[in-house]
């Protein structure tokens, strides 16, 4: 599978339809997944947590080809981003935040009021986006990366503090 021609596009933000995740999907996504990551998920690591009641699994879907994918549990009080990619060609137009804002649109003052993930401490693009979408890092988790040994940031968005300009305050590290 090809994915569409995007040298017209001029690195600007394209309009992506985000959608529900289905089994005809996972070729693209895994794909997307081995282009993205150093210890990429397995089809099998996707099974088993959409399989879970409370995980969910969305796409990002430009001119009929998958771009982009999340997976994501919805425990009580929160969006619990387990795992977010781009395609390489797609990054930079905006895709993984359509997606994330397809996530804050979740949210509501009763129920689920934050999205949280781990971010690899290495990270630094993905730190960088999560902060300019209004996220903050609220702890380390020491080792929390067992292939490396190393550690994540808790980071969190807040459906009431998205519009604070506070810095990032990491209150606890937990080894």
């Known amino acids: 599978m090809s994915l569409p021609d995007i040298d017209n596009i001029d690195n600007k933000e394209i309009k992506v339809y985000v959608r529900w995740m289905v089994r005809r999907d996972f070729p693209e996504v895994l794909a997307i997944e081995q282009a993205c990551f150093e210890f990429p998920w397995k089809e099998e690591d996707f099974i088993h947590c959409l399989q879970q009641r409370n995980c969910i699994g969305m796409v990002a879907e430009y001119e009929g080809h998958v771009v982009g994918f999340m997976i ?43 999205i949280v993930l781990e971010v690899r401490e290495t990270n630094l693009p993905a730190l ?26 808790v980071l969190q968005y807040r459906l009431h503090d998205h519009v604070d300009s506070s810095p990032n305050r990491i209150s606890v590290r937990i080894a």
């Open 72 to 114: 994501y549990e919805v425990p009580k009080n929160r969006i619990h981003l387990l795992n977010i990619a781009t395609a390489p060609e797609f990054r930079r137009r905006g895709v993984a935040g359509q997606m994330i804002q397809k996530l804050v649109s979740k949210l509501a003052n009763q129920r689920r009021s934050r």
């Open 128 to 153: 960088v986006f999560f902060r300019s979408l209004g996220f903050r890092a609220t702890v380390v988790i020491k080792n929390f990366y067992e292939d490396m040994n190393e550690d994540a940031y």
